[in-house]
T-cell receptor, first 112, second 111 residues
Framework: ETGVTQTPRHLVMGMTNKKSLKCEQH?????MYWYKQSAKKPLELMFV???????ENNSVPSRFSPECPNSSHLFLHLHTLQPEDSALYLC???????????FGPGTRLTVT | KNQVEQSPQSLIILEGKNCTLQ??????????LRWYKQDTGRGPVSLTI?????NTKSNGRYTATLDADTKQSSLHITASQLSDSASYIC??????????FGKGTRLHILP
């Protein structure tokens, strides 16, 4: 266990659904990240939060909406997704930006 | 442009054999380089971290090297085991907090 948990582990949703992914870290870290991992592609950084403030948004479509209510929790709200959004979504945290990241187990998302 | 290139893309070896994975980068200004192991369906787990002044670092049967002049790193796995089957990802961080991931090397260990 890395100290980073993600729920749900698997999610199947239609293109008109609204769902949320949850990430929680018990490490006292100040930075949290959302990544997308598609087959045969490197990890794609989506969002970065540092001390609850969003510091990076890598041109992610607005159908993905992050929320960081406190330094221990991170959400990714999903709505009107496309089939090409099907991927493994990984959450990570680190003590500070650029420090070692600890990853959660990921949520396997399938959009039908 | 900040890039991290890994080779080979995929590697198959017999259990007990050694192997070496390569990582070349163009990230600047360089801060550190990490190797992660990612089992199928799981999040990556850190194996080693190396800063500019470190040439070699070991973690059990894993030994990472770093040549900051040529901007190359390698991950050597000794006496491979079936549990070493995974993707190995090279990640380079810059001093301005950019994090660049390689595509990974998919390693298959055959019994």
């Amino acid at each position: 266990e890395t100290g980073v948990t993600q729920t749900p582990r698997h999610l199947v949703m239609g293109m008109t659904n609204k769902k949320s992914l949850k990430c929680e870290q018990h490490l006292g870290h100040n930075a949290m990240y959302w990544y997308k991992q598609s087959a045969k592609k490197p990890l794609e950084l989506m969002f970065v939060y540092n001390f609850k403030e969003q510091t990076e948004n890598n041109s992610v479509p607005s159908r993905f909406s992050p929320e960081c209510p406190n330094s221990s929790h991170l959400f990714l709200h999903l709505h009107t997704l496309q089939p090409e959004d099907s991927a493994l979504y990984l959450c990570a945290s680190s003590r500070e930006l650029s420090y070692e990241q600890y990853f959660g187990p990921g949520t396997r998302l399938t959009v039908t | 442009k900040n890039q991290v290139e890994q080779s080979p893309q995929s590697l198959i070896i017999l259990e007990g054999k050694n192997c070496t994975l390569q990582c070349n980068y163009t990230v600047s200004p360089f801060s550190n380089l990490r190797w992660y192991k990612q089992d199928t369906g799981r999040g990556p787990v850190s194996l080693t971290i190396m800063t500019f002044s470190e040439n070699t670092k070991s973690n059990g049967r894993y030994t990472a090297t770093l040549d900051a002049d040529t901007k190359q790193s390698s991950l050597h796995i000794t006496a491979s085991q079936l549990s070493d089957s995974a993707s190995y990802i090279c990640v380079v961080s810059s001093r301005d907090d950019k994090i660049i991931f390689g595509k990974g090397t998919r390693l298959h260990i055959l019994p």
